[in-house]
Every structure is written in C-alpha cells, then in structure tokens.
C-alpha cells in the first residue's frame, strides 16, 4: 500500500517555502547543475557565475599545507594529535583557533583594532552566525533593517527558521546605492506605521552584491541611528580581505572605539572564513558581539552548528602564521584586483557598463539595462532566461536582490580559472555583437512558449504593504 504524505502532517516550516528556493538567484544554480561547463567534457556548458567564491589563492594554500603536514591530524606528522582532537571538545571552542582567529580578525583590518578572542563564538559558516544572532536579538513578527539590494540568503538565514522580517532601506543608483539617514528613516517609520517592531539594522560591508564598501561618516551616521532608536547593529564583514584598491575597509570596530557615542550593547560583527580565505566548505562562521548576554547565548546556541575540532585546530595553525598570512593577504588582493580588471574591461569593450565604486568583492555589479525590451522587472528576467539559456552564463538578476531599479545582474569573476573566464567574456561578447534586441516584440525566443510570468511571494510581507516604496511587478518565471 502506498501513503500519501499531506502537508498537514508536517509542520509549517517543513511544508512552507521560507527556503527561498523558488527564487531567481537559487533557479539560476539549478539551471547550472543540471548542465555544467566544462572545458573538456561539456564545453557548452552553463558557466557557473552565481557562485561568490574566491579560488585565486589556492595554490598559495595548497603550498602552506604541504609545508605544514602537522597541521592536520590525518597525516603521518600530525596523527600523535587525533585523539585529543577527535574525543568531546565544548561549545566554547578550542582556545588556539579563537586567539588565532582574534587575531587574524585584526589583521584583516589593517591592525587599527583589536578583539577579545573571549567574545569570539563559532558557528556553523555565516549562515549559521547570522540565524543565531537573530534569535537572540528579535522574536518572530519583529524586523530588521536592511539596506537594498542584499545577498538573497539573508531572506533565508535571518527569516526562515526564526520568523523575524526583514525591512528594506531604499538605495538608489543615482548615488551609487549609497546608504543614507533619510532612507534609513523613511524604512524605520513605515514598519511602524505597519506597527512592527524593529529590533534591529543589518548591514553588509563591503556590500554583496555592490562590491562597495561604507566610508567613515556613513557608519558613523548610521551608528548614530541606531543609537538614537535604541535598536541593534548587526554588520557583516565576512569580505573584509576583499578590498582590493583604495579608499579602504573601515570595520565598525574601528567606529566604536573613536570618540563618538555609543551603545557597544548594540553592535555585533559577523564574520567568516568563506569569502576571505576561500574556505566556505570548511564552515567557519564567527560572531563577535560587545554584548555580554549575547556572547553567552549565542556560544550556548552555536551547540547546534559547531565548527569541527578537526577544522580548527587546522585553521588555528595556518592563521597563527604571521608570513603566511601577510602573504595570503596581499596576494589575494593583488589577484582580485588583476582579476576585476580584466573583466571590466572585457565587458567595456562591448559597452557594458558596471557599478564605478566597487573596489571589494568576488563580484562586479553589471549595469544591462540597455539591454532590457522594457524598463521592468518582467524584461529583466526575460532577458536573464536569455543569458542562462542561450548565452550559456549563470549570472544574478537584481531583483532576487531587492534591487529596485531593473536591469542590474551580479556576475561573479573569482570562482574560475583564466581560461573559463576568457570563455564567459567570449559568450558576452558574441551575444552582444549579435546585436540581440529584446525591444522588439515580434521577436520570439525559441524558450518562450515554455514559461509564464508567476508572481510568487519573495519579499517579506513588508513589501505588500500598501505603503510599501517598492515595486509590485512579479519577480519570478515558473513553468507552466
């Protein structure tokens, strides 16, 4: 006999979409999945430039772990070590990895800071971080701010599991998606006039997807903000190491011990070892909060996501070698930057325009929409249905950003060696050359006759309110 499972039997979350996965950003790696690229076996293949990896430096890790063999308690050298290392270790972390992460933290940030490597919590990646301090800064129905566009995931890490809402603070291209006090006002009262509460602002910095960094007096603005509401700040700087050209990265660390005021109860930093490093595999998430209740609930509750003993005592190691990382850090940000370089100006030459303040990140934020059939959301994914499908590209279209304005995708160009990245730049180049005018309506593309536009709910509920600043055009294809 065979049973059929109905959701009622299933909790809400199990049977709900608080995933995200219906979403343009987690439909392109699909689409990448099912028809990958491949020099070789499949060189037709999907181009994966969804992924925000950074696989420059490997050779440089590679190298130090071939010198380091004890590093590893599966090696000849290191195996003395395994059974201390494999038997019950606490929540709190082994003491080398949490200095050694302390002071590679510090490292990142041009040593104008120090951390307590007590305040140090682990975490199962980022992703694990950010839902563990969202559970101890806000209960379900209330929000955080969050300024547009932002990283999909956070919909997923701060929403799905824990019920807080998400609230988007308005940027706009005309000042570089800068973050401004009015905007940041205009979100804050809108939430109460939908009488929510916000318990909180989340800031990206450097900015996924922008590849932008926020100068002095913007933090310092914005920590006036939240002084002044009495509401959390919640930075995310796993993209530190990133910068690669002048003007520089500016921790909030740096902001809160300068002479202004300031509620260090309030302020929280989440970092990780994915993007700066390489290491998103290894799931190395950290909080670092000035808030002592926070650092004793958020260490009790990283029980349910703890990095390996085995994967710190390799990280405590590595971090703990000062020319090494010195090493690693210039390196990388030489690569990155040789890296945007090449790739800007491979999309210059066909007129592709990207976003002039980006100097960090693994991204470039791409401006196509001269390439739009009209100035709207529907053209936008219409024409990212066109770069998946035809173009063979997985890039990210802005409004699985919350981006408002359509037309922007997020390309990524550090996740690839130099010759799949001269192969993307190959396909960019002949699509535009082929001069494909999705303007005209007579036109009709062989893919469709096979998709509708749908209108699933993405965004909070936020954003259906009628007050809501942003637009109301549906966001996602779907097959019929």
């Known amino acids: 006999m065979v049973f059929k499972l109905n959701n009622h039997l299933l909790s809400m979350i199990a049977s709900g979409n608080g995933h995200g996965e219906d979403s343009p950003y987690f439909e392109g790696w699909k689409a990448y999945d099912s028809n990958p690229h491949h020099p070789m076996e499949n060189p037709n293949g999907i181009i994966q430039m969804g992924l925000a990896e950074n696989q420059l430096c490997f050779d440089l890790i590679q190298d130090w772990l071939k010198n380091n ?35 590679f933290m510090a490292k990142v940030r041009g040593n104008k800071v120090t951390f307590d490597p007590d305040r140090v919590v682990m975490n199962g990646g980022a992703t694990g971080a950010h839902e563990t301090v969202a559970f101890c800064l806000a209960d379900p129905g209330e929000a955080f701010l969050v300024p547009t566009p932002y990283y999909p995931g956070f919909d997923r890490d701060l929403r799905w599991r824990t019920g807080v809402k998400l609230i988007p603070v308005v940027s706009e291209s005309s000042n570089n998606f800068k973050v401004t006090r009015e905007a940041l006002e205009n979100a804050y009262e809108m939430a109460k006039l939908d009488n ?62 300068e002479d202004i005021e300031c509620n260090l109860n309030l302020v929280h930093i989440v970092y990780s070892l994915s993007k700066d490093m390489g290491f998103p595999g290894l799931r190395v998430g950290i909080i670092y909060s000035y808030n002592d209740a926070v650092v004793s609930c958020a260490r009790k509750m990283s029980s349910f996501g703890l990095v390996s003993s085995q994967t710190q005592y390799m990280i405590a190691s590595m971090l703990s070698d000062d020319e ?112 494909v005018d999705t303007k005209k309506p007579k036109r009709t593309l062989r893919w469709q006759g096979s998709l509708k536009l749908s209108s699933p709910r993405i965004y909070d509920d936020f954003i259906n309110s009628p007050r809501s600043p942003l637009p109301q055009s549906p966001l996602v294809l779907a097959r019929n």
């Not at 059939?373 to 063979?392: D, G, N, S, Y």
């Open 196 to 257: 929510i509460k916000v318990k909180g602002l989340l800031i990206n910095n450097p900015s996924n997807p922008l590849g932008t960094i926020l100068d002095r007096e913007t933090l310092r603005s914005i920590v006036r903000f939240i002084n002044e509401k009495n509401i959390h700040l919640v930075c995310d700087e796993i993209y530190a190491a990133t910068v690669f050209s002048q003007p520089e990265f500016i921790s909030i660390a740096e902001i809160v011990q």
């Open 69 to 103: 063999p004890k590093a590893s308690i599966c090696t000849h050298e290191g195996v003395n070590e395994f059974r201390e290392i494999a038997i019950f270790q606490d929540y709190h972390g082994l003491p080398e990895f949490r200095n050694a992460v302390a002071k």
């Open 324 to 435: 090494f990382v010195g090493k690693f850090i210039r390196e990388s940000k030489t690569r990155l930057a040789a890296r945007h370089g090449v790739f800007t100006d491979g999309l210059a030459q066909v007129s592709i325009k990207c976003l002039k303040t980006s100097n960090a990140g693994l991204f470039l934020w791409m401006d196509l929409s001269g390439l739009l059939k009209e100035k709207t959301f529907e053209a936008e994914m219409a024409l990212w249905r066109v770069i998946i499908h035809e173009v063979k590209l997985n890039v990210s279209p802005g409004c699985s950003f919350h981006c408002t304005e359509p037309g922007w995708f997020r390309v990524c160009f550090a996740n690839m060696d130099d010759q799949t990245m001269q192969v993307a730049l190959s396909r960019i180049r002949t699509f535009v050359n082929k001069d």
